[in-house]
Nanobody
Framework: QVQLVESGGGLVQPGGSLRLSCAAS???????MGWYRQAPGKQREFVAH???????VHADSVKGRFTISRDNAKNTVYLQMNSLKLEDTDVYCC?????????WGQGTQVTVSS
């Protein structure tokens, strides 16, 4: 079992920055962690992914603006979001991939508004 708790969301103006955190706890070995985002009535969208070894993948829509990182000792993944745009407004959820299944957090709201 893995429990995920996200934090760091909030309201920010266009061009601003936020840093999301996702802390994992539990007994299962986590192989990779990532961030997705979802607006009401829309499909979940991939944002970024990081493996145990530190390899990262970012969606084209956030490349150059968002950076995923991971602290394996703390079992925590971060998403540094810079140059935020109105269209980045969403609920951001982290996930954790284990050998048997993928776990999801509850999500944290990010609102970009002037």
């Amino acid at each position: 079992q893995v429990q995920l708790v996200e934090s760091g969301g909030g309201l920010v103006q266009p061009g601003g920055s936020l840093r999301l955190s996702c802390a994992a706890s539990g007994s299962a070995r986590i192989n990779a962690m990532g961030w997705y985002r979802q607006a009401p009535g829309k499909q979940r969208e991939f944002v970024a992914h990081v493996t145990n070894g530190g390899s990262t993948v970012h969606a084209d829509s956030v490349k150059g603006r968002f950076t995923i990182s991971r602290d394996n000792a703390k079992n925590t993944v971060y998403l540094q979001m810079n140059s935020l745009k109105l269209e980045d407004t969403d609920v951001y959820c982290c996930n954790a991939l284990t050998l048997l299944r993928t776990y999801w957090g509850q999500g944290t709201q990010v609102t970009v508004s002037s």
